[in-house]
């Protein structure tokens, strides 16, 4: 596990996906009743915190030496949590070693790197998987299963606000790492969250297929974790239109320049023929047509309709655990058994070309087309050179 000493790296990856896999006596195979124990080793560059982490959790094994714990037989997976830039390299490093992979996204820095990691681990025929963690969320989850029983009818769209005020380090430490709001270092709101919306659309309402961005650095000056001034030279907010497959149109918000006036950090409202449903990371509120009122606008009279109440929370109906673990079990029944696997390094490289797409709407003020990406055909140097000369 490398680079556990980072936030998500040891909060979700480690304390709340391995531990806690590990507290129930491994993970459970499809056959409902054996499991397989793990052993985490955990590496970094930081002898001191290591140590810390390994003592604090009872932790036998972890290393500064990444090349020396790839050529240890004995660790058949490699997990990555390393900063953006610092991700390709190691992710080069663990195939060559030939070990099953895991790993955050973006899995690279451009969309061409990206894509060749995902043709180098096919070419060597290991494992590998990445990070997607919204679907598993328990709101998603519900909103899964409102799509799947077809009660929306025909979708039409879907909008999504997302973000918080990130405090910009003078007069309130920041709580997100000063690297964020670097482009230099790999920063930037649109290669973090572009990746994220690329594979909840995909797998919940179709391929995207344009993308119209406008991105900003609305905080220009932040404070770092040292206390020094530095220019914040990413992008912290973005506004996207995202046309998909089927005709359905998304637009997303993103920003951490926001103060939160919504239930959750996230939400995503799912307009249909038939229904409507507003979800968040935990949260699903419906509203059914033969449950619709009939608003009328009147400006010079205060509405005091309570149009909140008019939505009904849908149930879970079952208890939801973290989406991280969830994840993770599922690529450890991948790895053990061969179970499926849903979302491989291919699936990161969609993810990336949408980042990529994004910067290139902002920057030359158009709709960019995405193609089709695949391992072989219309992916690689075609698809570079297709999203390049494409747009209105």
Avoid at 187 to 215: C, Q, T
Avoid at 253 to 271: H, M, P, Y
């Amino acid at each position: 596990m490398n680079g556990v000493s980072g936030r998500m790296g040891y909060r979700q990856h480690l304390v709340r996906s391995i531990l806690a896999i590990r507290e129930e006596g491994g993970v459970l195979l499809g056959d409902g009743e054996t499991r397989v124990q793990l052993e985490p080793i955990l590496v970094g560059r930081s002898e001191k915190k290591l140590a810390e982490l390994a003592a604090k959790h009872g932790i036998e094994h972890w290393t500064t030496n990444l090349d020396e714990a790839l050529a240890d037989p004995r660790w058949e997976i490699y997990a990555d949590f390393l900063v953006t830039k610092a991700r390709a390299a190691a992710l080069r490093k663990a195939i060559a070693a030939g070990k099953a992979i895991y790993t955050e996204k973006p899995t690279a820095e451009s969309f061409e790197e990206a894509l060749e990691l995902a043709r180098l681990a096919d070419a060597a025929g290991v494992k590998n998987g990445v990070v997607h963690d919204k679907l598993y969320l328990p709101g998603l989850e519900k909103l899964r299963r409102l799509i799947d029983s077809g009660f929306f009818g025909r979708i039409l769209s879907v909008r999504g606000e997302f973000g918080y005020w990130v405090f910009e380090g003078d007069w309130q430490p920041a709580q997100r790492p000063s690297w964020n709001y670097r482009a230099e270092d790999g920063g930037g709101i649109i290669v973090d969250m572009f990746p994220h919306w690329n594979y909840v659309l995909e797998n919940l309402f179709g391929r995207v297929e344009s993308v119209y961005a406008k991105a900003v650095t609305e905080i220009p000056e932040r404070v770092d974790e040292q206390g020094r001034a530095y220019a914040a030279t990413a992008d912290d907010a973005a506004y996207a239109i995202f046309e998909l497959e089927g005709g359905v149109t998304a637009q997303l918000n993103s920003s951490w320049t926001t103060r939160v006036n919504r239930d959750e950090l996230v939400e995503f409202q799912v307009d249909g023929t038939h229904g409507s449903a507003v979800v968040g990371l935990f949260g699903c509120k419906i509203q059914p047509r033969n449950a619709t009122p009939k608003p009328v606008w009147n400006p010079d009279l205060a509405d005091a309709h309570d149009y909140a109440g008019d939505w009904i929370e849908s149930p879970g109906n079952r208890e939801f655990q973290n989406g991280f673990k969830a994840q993770w079990e599922e690529f450890l029944r991948h790895v053990i058994e061969d179970a499926p696997n849903r979302f491989d390094f291919l699936a990161g490289a969609r993810g990336v070309l949408l980042a990529e797409a994004g910067l290139r709407s902002n920057a030359e003020g158009r709709r960019v087309e995405l193609p089709h990406v695949t391992i072989a055909g219309a992916g690689g140097a075609e698809a570079s050179a297709e999203l390049a000369g494409v747009g209105a």
